[in-house]
């Protein structure tokens, strides 16, 4: 498969651009080996390695990956969060990649793809893939060399030992980008690129805040990325220095259907020792979403099924004055189910209530729970019409849950897996959270302290022994699917 980077290219004069039509291939050679990371082939591969082997594998989808977003800060700040990204490299077959770094040193104005003919690192040579030069000459008002930026950029650099360590044989496509806009860069690679090329946002999050002031902004900003809101990412600055090669790949995974999973988050502050000025360091990989195989609701009564749920909160709010027009006959609509409502509005959560256990029918648990979500949910006011043209819904319906027998807080881990809906039960409190919740929550822990405190409990409290787990699973779909 392969891998293609994008840079950014500057604004230079006639006589320059000839100066760079006629020059002779070359090789850009690594000018921060020996400063961002070690000279030494041995010593850097060694290093990479005993970040690889610190980091915690977490659970990911079966389904392919297709991008990842990697911190290029300094090794010993930024080692362990790049090298779980890396992780997720291991017996990838892709041979060309995509690597987006933004410009920190020439002030771009638009995209430098570099004329080179290779890349090298103290781990080897990496030749560029035909799509740079294509790319340069089709699209020239967008993509053009820049031989200042070959010099001078480290974003583009620094992640490519890591992705030589585990892809080894790859041809690259290097692009470091400067004030350009991401859908456009987004819109050309959906029709220049396909499925063989793995693309790579390199971006740090924010620089230079407090250790606790950068904690909460970057967990903004990371939880906009998992919940690919483009407009929450950039309501304000200092979210990441690549924020643009970030926007264009989650333009392209909301086109191609791609799930973000969160895999580390680190700072600065946690090796250099000052958390007084600190940067901030994510991990995410881009996954295609796992499909729901089940075949027993077609399209249609799918369509029909959201067309119920959204009459009965158009009905309540007095905008639609007519009857339901649907007459369901299948026989599982009106058999006992656990069903959740869930509404979205740009992509942000608007409301989600349901019921887990099977005590009503499928089509009146969607009728209660579609008033409930949209007018009960106290975590929201109540829905108005004037929001109803934004308004996402997603139907859940769950099967009966299964209590789950484990003998000790290592074993329920293991057991626990992303296409499964959780139940957590402590004498009165309990709180379940769906299968859709494994993609902002992906590691088992997290995911069950967030239960706990969601059940009105300690955050430990999955590890009491008395804890009683349940799973399910669902089959969801929503409007936005089509």
């Known amino acids: 498969m392969a891998i293609i980077f994008l840079v950014a290219r500057v604004q230079f004069s006639s006589s320059q651009g000839a100066k760079m039509s006629d020059r002779k291939s070359h090789t850009v050679t690594a000018h921060y080996a020996g400063s961002f990371y070690p000279k030494d082939k041995g010593a850097l591969q060694k290093l990479i390695n005993d970040f690889t082997g610190q980091a915690t594998p977490i659970k990911v989808p079966s389904t392919p990956l297709r991008a990842l977003v990697i911190p290029h800060a300094g090794y010993r700040y930024s080692g362990l969060t790049a090298a779980h990204a890396a992780l997720t490299l291991k017996d990838c077959p892709y041979k060309s990649v995509l690597v987006m770094a933004p410009d920190h040193r020439v002030g771009l ?25 294509k790319l340069r000459q089709k699209y020239p008002h967008i993509f053009a060399a820049n031989d200042i930026s070959d010099q001078q950029e480290h974003s583009l650099e620094v992640v490519l030992p890591f992705l030589q360590s585990y892809l080894k044989d790859f041809n690259l496509v290097p692009m470091v980008i400067g004030q350009q806009d991401p859908g ?38 990371l939880d906009s990325i998992i919940a690919l809101d483009q407009s929450q990412l950039t309501i304000d600055d200092n979210k990441a220095c690549g924020l643009i090669p970030i926007l264009v790949i989650m333009d392209l995974a909301q086109e191609q259907g791609w799930q973000p999973i969160l895999l580390h988050y680190s700072n600065s502050g946690e090796t250099s020792g000052d958390h007084e000025r600190v940067v901030g360091y994510g991990a995410i990989a881009f996954y295609d979403r796992e499909e729901n195989k089940s075949q027993d609701i077609s399209k249609q009564e799918r369509n029909d099924l959201l067309k119920l749920a959204r009459n009965t909160i158009t009905h309540a709010l007095g905008v639609v004055k007519t009857k339901e027009v649907q007459n369901f006959q299948q026989p599982y609509l009106h058999q006992p189910s656990g069903v959740f409502i869930t509404l979205h509005k740009k992509g942000n959560l608007r409301g989600c209530i349901g019921s887990i256990m099977p005590v009503e029918s499928v089509l009146d648990g969607i009728r209660h729970n579609a008033i409930n979500a949209a007018f009960h949910d106290p975590r929201f006011p109540s829905v108005t019409p004037e929001e109803l043209a934004e308004i996402d819904i997603e139907i859940s319906i769950l099967t009966p849950p299964v209590p789950m027998a484990f003998s000790t807080q290592e074993e329920l881990l293991a057991l626990l897996e992303p296409n499964m809906g959780i139940i957590l039960q402590q004498g009165y409190n309990q709180a379940t959270f769906l299968p859709q919740v494994w993609q902002q929550l992906p590691d088992p822990q997290l995911f069950l302290e967030h239960l706990s405190q969601k059940a009105g409990l300690s955050k430990d409290a999955w590890r009491d022994p008395l804890i009683e787990i349940s799973t399910y699973t669902v089959i969801s779909f929503a409007e936005k699917e089509g």
């Open 109 to 133: 104005s638009h995209v430098a793809i570099s004329a080179a003919d290779i890349f090298s690192t103290p781990l080897g040579e990496i030749p560029i893939n035909p799509l740079a030069g």
């Open 184 to 221: 456009e860069i987004a819109k050309i690679l959906a029709t220049e690129i396909d499925n063989d090329m793995l693309l790579v946002a390199s971006s740090d999050l924010s620089h230079f805040l407090s250790e606790e002031e950068a904690v909460s902004k970057d967990k903004d900003t």
